[in-house]
């Protein structure tokens, strides 16, 4: 997609060389690294825009990562996060019928999760604040890619998963 938007520069980090090697034909350069020990390999103050979907989740000490996102933005800069929502509205249907969240059951590799509230107290220490954002939500129990309805500012807790925002101080 920025690419394809007249982005200038991108670039990628992962720990899995495969993903790696998957977008690195888009990145003008990339990285290796274990998010909760290595620093990350870039100037501070140098991105305007970080993406990370679907990362919180697999790191069992975010802080690290959280403040070299946070060292490599620009003043003003955007953080663009996604993290599966565990209480989501299929989450809770899924339980009450005696089924685990998907969350839990589709990625062994998911070992921390968050709330709104939570994910407000992670950012308070670096003096920044998500806004969470709207997307959708499923009323599948069973294939949660059916079924779908949009959210809105009412409803985003119910989100399958939390899209958020910090706007960098």
């Given amino acids: 997609y920025f690419k394809d938007h007249e982005a ?3 670039a990628g980090i992962d720990i899995s060389q495969k993903s790696i090697d998957n977008f690195s034909k888009i990145c003008n350069k ?3 690294a274990d998010l909760e020990i290595d620093e990350f390999d870039f100037e501070s103050n140098y991105f305007d825009i970080v993406v990370s979907f679907m990362t ?3 790191l ?6 959280l403040s070299e996102i946070i060292r490599v933005l620009k003043k003003n800069g955007l953080l ?12 809770r249907v899924r339980v009450v ?10 990625d062994k590799t998911h ?10 107290l992670l950012f308070k220490p670096f003096d920044q604040a998500p806004k969470m954002i709207p997307t959708s939500f499923s009323l599948n129990p069973f294939n949660n890619n059916k079924l779908r309805v949009p959210s809105n500012n009412l409803t985003k807790s119910l989100d399958d998963h ?3 925002v910090v706007n960098i101080k």
């Fill in 8 to 10: 200038k520069y991108i």
């Fill in 30 to 32: 990339t990285q290796k």
């Fill in 56 to 58: 919180l989740e697999h």
């Fill in 60 to 65: 069992r000490d975010p802080e690290l990562y």
């Fill in 80 to 91: 663009i996060m996604s993290i599966p929502n565990i209480v989501s509205l299929i989450s």
């Fill in 97 to 106: 019928l005696g089924i685990m969240p998907q969350a839990v059951t589709n």
């Fill in 111 to 120: 070992i921390k999760f968050y709330t709104k509230k939570e994910l407000i």
């Fill in 162 to 164: 939390l899209l958020f």
